[in-house]
């Protein structure tokens, strides 16, 4: 492999139905072209003979043999020790050690894990962001447009430099993780409940939200979680929950009589997305009428900021309950009344939807497509969902659930890794432990899913159908053969191969990579191998 061309776009490579064979070629640059030729179509098509036999110089890709997912033309039994590792980890290191028991061991991590690694001890809160952002606007004093301006564009420019340092300590945490099966959960919290950076003023604080929202709740009770998650600055900015004002409320009527024709500011985002992706799930039962009586009730659920003092003295980006924006009355959501007064109307509303069987089943079948399959036995379903209204919500009793059912344990690799698992699990298993200088944020957004910004309240698709597309899998290839020249003859791939996937190393792979004319094209080739590319 030539490492100069490692990282750049090259031609589609041939795809017919035989497999792909390469000729040595005494000129560099077309000797890489080969190589990556090479890689790419074990990627895209999931073959793997590399021998003798001259290509296109500028071939195409053919799609017609591409498949929802890499395809299992070689079946091969997944050990529970891979399974513990991959579809439940992050993807083995180099230099663990092998587990004797791998269901006792991801139960362990339970007791090792730690909410606030040293990866995010330097990252900021949402009130220290919040208040930063105050003071360099309380500091302008000149009131001219100019100034204003470049004042907002620092404040805007220090927000993605959070952003990105937080990219960067997320990643440092998962190849560092003591507990990688809770570090994974982690992130899949993260994405269930999901903010997006493309909206402008999350940016800042996506990755306190993490770190302060999901991260300290993983192993307690989902109803915590919850109330931590909408109360967060990052939730209530996205879903525009800090402008929603009840119609009958103090300030609106305020309004209306300074004003009669003033637009009244009730916002329903965060109701529904409470409703239909946070708690019960799409069609369960609950109308439009609903939505509308939730976010009566969510009114006066808000952030600190701005002039003037705040509820309680409250520190900006602190949560704060703002009486005069809430909507005054009993609500009825799901036929049920709640005649609470202030923020603890809308907290006993979502007391109700956290603990409702909907929103056990609706969290349950997440966690099976999560971990064991795209469509997901409904047995495997039921039994998380019996364990999570057993438990009242406790999460650490639905994950032992999961660990139990023999179905997670499937010697079989139904899923797909996103492209921030493979990413994870590449840089884990090359040993890295510290992401600085690989400018993770860019990487993620070439491989096509930049970190926090799914672009939707439903947040990333996890589905194989979604990441699988042949131009994801060259991303993926021109980013193994990167990583693959940084590493050099470091690392046998033969030995890594069998240690990473534990002894679930399939016979083709093997094959292909004893076959590769260097180490790097080899351990390339592991990294694009479908025994690496599914969990």
């Not at 603990?355 to 349950?364: D, M, P, V």
């Not at 004319?517 to 694009?528: D, G, M, R």
Request: charge should be positive; aromatic fraction near 6%; proline fraction near 8%.
């Amino acid at each position: 492999m030539c490492p100069s061309f490692a990282g750049t776009r090259h031609p589609d490579t041939a795809a017919d139905r035989s497999p792909i064979r390469c000729i040595r070629q005494p000129n560099p640059r077309r000797e890489c072209e080969r190589q990556h030729a090479c890689i790419r179509s074990c990627a895209t098509h999931q073959k793997y003979s590399c021998s003798r036999r001259r290509i296109s110089r500028r071939p195409t890709l053919n799609t017609g043999t591409h498949r929802e997912s890499p395809s299992m033309d070689h079946p091969n039994d997944i050990t529970p020790a891979a399974i513990a590792l991959n579809r439940f980890g992050l993807g083995a290191r180099a230099d663990e050690a092998p587990l004797a028991d791998p269901k006792a061991a991801l139960v362990a991590q339970f007791d090792r894990y730690d909410a606030r690694p040293a990866a995010w001890a330097g990252e900021p809160d949402a009130v220290a962001l919040a208040t930063r952002f105050a003071n360099a606007r309380n500091a302008m004093t000149a009131n001219d447009p100019a100034t204003k301006r470049a004042t907002e564009q620092s404040i805007r420019r220090d927000g993605n430099d959070t952003y990105r340092s937080a990219v960067v300590a997320r990643m440092n945490s998962a190849l560092n993780a003591p507990a990688p099966f809770v570090e994974r959960l982690v992130h899949f919290w993260a994405n269930h409940f999901a903010v997006s950076v493309d909206k402008g003023p999350v940016a800042a604080y996506a990755g306190a939200f993490e770190r302060d929202a999901i991260r300290p709740h993983v192993l307690g009770r989902f109803e915590d979680m919850v109330v931590a998650v909408e109360q967060h600055p990052a939730m209530q900015l996205f879903l525009d929950q800090a402008r929603s004002v009840g119609p009958d409320s103090p300030a609106a009527l305020r309004a209306e009589a300074r004003n009669p024709t003033a637009k009244r500011g009730l916002n329903e985002n965060l109701a529904r997305e409470i409703m239909e992706l946070h708690t019960l799930g799409v069609r369960t039962g609950y109308t439009q009428a609903d939505v509308t009586e939730f976010a009566r009730a969510l009114t006066g659920w808000s952030i600190a900021g701005g002039r003037g003092p705040q509820p309680g003295d409250a520190a900006p980006g602190a949560f704060v309950f703002r009486p005069k924006l809430h909507e005054p009355g009993v609500r009825t959501v799901m036929g049920r009344s709640y005649d609470q007064a202030g923020e603890a109307q809308a907290r006993a509303i979502l007391h109700d939807l956290a603990h409702s069987e909907a929103t056990g089943r609706h969290i349950a079948f997440q966690l099976a497509r999560h971990f064991v399959a795209d469509n997901p036995p409904p047995a495997l379903t039921d039994r998380l969902a019996r364990a999570f209204d057993a438990s009242g919500g406790d999460l650490p009793t639905v994950y032992r659930a999961l660990v139990d059912a023999p179905d997670a344990w499937a010697p079989v690799n139904r899923k797909f890794k996103t492209p921030w698992e493979w990413a994870v699990s590449s840089l884990r298993g090359l040993g890295w432990r510290d992401s600085g200088d690989l400018k993770v944020a860019p990487l993620l957004t070439q491989l096509g899913q930049p970190v926090w910004r799914p672009g939707s309240p439903a947040g990333y698709d996890d589905v194989a159908a979604s990441w699988a597309a042949p131009d994801a899998l060259v991303r993926r290839v021109e980013l193994a053969q990167r990583l693959a020249a940084r590493t050099g003859d470091r690392l046998d791939p033969r030995t890594l191969g069998n240690t990473l996937l534990a002894g679930s190393l399939s016979a083709p792979t093997a094959t292909a990579l004893s076959r590769a004319e260097s180490a790097t094209t080899s351990l390339a080739l592991l990294l694009v191998s479908p025994d690496f590319q599914r969990r």
